[in-house]
């Protein structure tokens, strides 16, 4: 039994097919990173603002002021040294690290992309795509490999398989499946899109949109799996995310899921783009087939390796299910919603007004929200319990310094969720000052006074 | 190639057939019509024919009497003429008060609500302009030396009793002041002319083309700018920052007409009243109602079965009136009561329909607040 998986696992494979993905993995995170900056986000999002939100126990990670460019700048010329192969374990290692870093400045900007290209890139990592069509493997032929081990292709495969699946699992639940929420909210909106504009008013298609939407999520890894159903597979794959490219502002992640899909495909497909590419850059491609098959060259390492990865996927597959470990409704508390890949499951809003109360000699007053953060914050902030308490924190600290003695932070807060009336989210009686932050539930969230049932 | 078109055929065959259940199930059910057929476009000519061009007219003509009244004064300095100007100017900013929310296209673009109605207005710089007779009114950094609270200084504000204030304007001063009442009036005058003109001249026609989804499309921007309006000049500046909520410690020089004292809970109800019949619909003037946010509301109602959010809301800005309606004056309320329990209790109404608007009418209608460009997931 045990042979029949080392011999899956080290089953040689082309290494084309893990050097396009470094190539367009790369040259994507590159286009990403130019792509933020010119739009002006480093300023808006990690300059300008006063005040950033940190995750748990990243508290000392914080935009630095303007020199937080220059590490847009190392994080860009680490993808593209990616996508040229260049030193590629240490430019991945200084992607991963540079990416992650900013990720983590400010949990506002929180995307599942974002986790997504975190994840991947710490996976690479491990894997040799640097085998092959790289300048490392180019000036060093005892770098270059025609084949590499087949489990380095298929961990990526595996990674997108339970990016779909997990985000597909996520969409089993009443709101989505029977009350085609959030979708019933946002698709009448988009009514001034070409062609199918006026339908997206109709209610059968908003239901059409929620359950093709679910099955797609659950079956697409095994349909590109499968070599008969591949094709069309990739065809739904680039329908689909180009749909919601169309309807929602979901910046990159279309294009990226699109291009990841790829590895998918069949070693003959990734060959003949290589040898295309070779052919239009004028690149000597015979060094890289070279028969030789990839090997690590210590057991201790290879070891260190599986132990690593086989560690990595096992928390992958573990970490969206945390929430099983806190009492109430996910979506109200989001109490384990991050990191899950739950994508585009709630119209969720709310409105916070912090009162400040002096304890010493009982003066009150409330907080306007945009004196201390950007409009941006501030709509994150007011329906996740995590930012009001760490605001909350900053606004105590902040009328402290400023004079006010023995300060008291309490909150109105009123959050509405796919579509239900707003209710109450945070007990009104609790001084959020004296809360403290940890993995534990919150138990001043009021619990959620509906139900929606599912996983 | 070949597995791609045989892709797309099927892809087609599964949208064709799902699209022929469907028109089935219409045939069958059509009572059961659950489409939401609210038109946008409608409810933006209707704001811009029957509500904001009418509420602009009559504040031109009542700024114009403003002006005849100021003219009559001025050529007749006495104690009834200066009560007849005051009743022009109370008559003008309560029309005000109706065009107030309507920082949007024209408006926007000269700063309307911040050239008109700045206040608490600034009256010592007043003074040394009467007295210098060198000022720009034109100057952004100006803008607490004019407007409806500069006019209440000026008429109201510059002496204990009348024959004190009719004293500036017959004294040796009376050029310096009656030029600069002038200077004032004639600036309100002459944005109003231009904002007006605008809508007249081509925006009113932008603004109804532009009846797309986008963040920048004219229902977008301007349910942005009327919450805008209702949480930061009607709650906060007309009640919430004299009341000393934001600081802790009340601020009645901060109440709309202060230098009158009395009107300042009439000019609110004015305004709420305008808020609300924006609200609904309802024409300028009139008892008729057209396409609005509370018909929409109502429109995307009917697809999702929940709470009747345009009912809520009405009887939120009825309750807030009626609280406001057994106030006195807020200078009076603020002054005479510590803490103004009253007063903060009506507050409360007022703020309540704030969440009810920015939270569950925009996320009803899938519009965002200040709209942020940044990407989703």
Redesign the interface.
Known sequence: MESLIEKYIKAPVETATLAVFRILFGLMMLFSIVRFWSYGWIDKLYVQPELFFSYYGFEWVKPLGVYTYLIFVICGLAALLVSLGYRYKLSIVIFFLSFTYIELMDKTTYLNHYYFISVLSFLMIFLPANASYSLDAYFNPKKSFHYIPRWTIDSIKLLLGIVYFYAGLAKLNSDWLFNAMPLKIWLPSKFDIPLIGNLLSEEWVQYVFSWSGALYDLTIPFLLLYKKTRPYAFVMVVVFHVLTRVLFPIGMFPYVMIISTLIFFDESFHSKFLTYLSKVLHIDSSKFYNQKTFKELSAFKVKMKYIIVTLFFCLQLAIPFRYLLYPGELFWTEEGYRFSWRVMLMEKSGYAQFKIVDGESGRWFYVDNTDFITPLQEKQMAFQPDFILEYAHFLKNHFEADGHNNVQVYVDCQVSLNGRLSTSYIDPTIDLGKQKESFLHKNWIIPFKDEIKGI | MK??I???F??TLVWAC?SDS?AE?EVMIPEEN????FE?SAMLINWADNIIIPSYAAFTADMDGLVNSFNTFKADVNESNLDALRASWLNAYKSWQHVEMFEIGPAETVGFQLNMNIYPTDNEKIDGFVTTGSYDLSLSSNRSAKGFPALDYLLNGLGDNDTDILAFYSGNDQEAYLQYTEDVLLDMQSLTATVVSDWTNGYRDTFVAN????ST?SVDRMVNDYIFYYEKYLR?GKM?IPL??????TLPRNVEAYYEGTISNDLFLEALTAVQDFFNGKHFNSSEEGESLASYLDA?NT??N??D?SA?LNDQFNTAENMILDLSAFRSEIENNNPPTSMLLAYDEV?KA???L???M??????S??F??????
């Open positions: 597995k791609v045989g892709a797309l099927i892809m799902s469907t199930e659950e489409d939401v057929s946008r009846d797309g989804a986008s499309a906060a919430g000393g909520v934001f600081s802790g410690s995307l697809l999702k929940g709470e959010l809520l703020q704030v969440p009810m920015k939270v569950d925009v996320s009803a209608m899938s519009i607040i200040d942020v460009d940044a990407d989703g997931d």
